[in-house]
């Protein structure tokens, strides 16, 4: 096998255009979902359980980690964990799988997150409608935190669907088998 390509998205764009981004993504995504949220259901919201709610906020993310590992199980001997304090006081949780996977099968591990979670909290804001508005928060906050596994999703889709991804140092690389000659 050989690189096809190597994607960085965190270089490629830079931290500070990727928080920009992010932080774009979660008002937009809180603005229509709140406002769609009105519309289906327009109950009393209930400013209760606050401390719950922002315990809720500071578990999104060990969440989010959670369903990317899920379905790397079968896999978790090869599987690295690696943590980075950001910028000195913000833990970041990597996991890194030390062989290459099918394309497929990454791309689900990648989207796996948005789609659980995302069901869950929207639910939630269904099942739940006093409050709503947490959930909403909550949603629009782990789209906030998707975005960068959705950039790597929008990259990966445009390489052959033959293809291996590994994670390196360098970013995610595109294997593809040499042709036979």
Known sequence: MHCWKTINVRKQYGLGRLFLLSTLVVMMVFSFAYALLGIINNSHKSDDYFLIFMLAVLGVYPLHKL?????????????????????????????????????????????????????????????????????????????????????YVKHLSKSPKSAFIEETDAGYEILIAEPNY
């Open 67 to 151: 369903f990317h590992f899920i379905p790397m199980f079968s896999h978790r001997d090869k599987i690295k964990f690696i943590v980075i304090n950001q910028f000195k006081f913000i833990p970041i949780l990597h996991l890194r799988i030390i062989e290459p996977i099918q394309k497929s099968r990454f791309l689900f591990i990648l989207l796996a997150p948005f789609i659980f979670v995302n069901v869950l909290l929207v639910i939630g804001a269904l099942a739940i409608p006093s409050f709503a508005h947490y959930f909403t928060i909550l949603f629009a906050y782990h789209c906030g935190i998707c975005l960068i596994d959705l950039v």
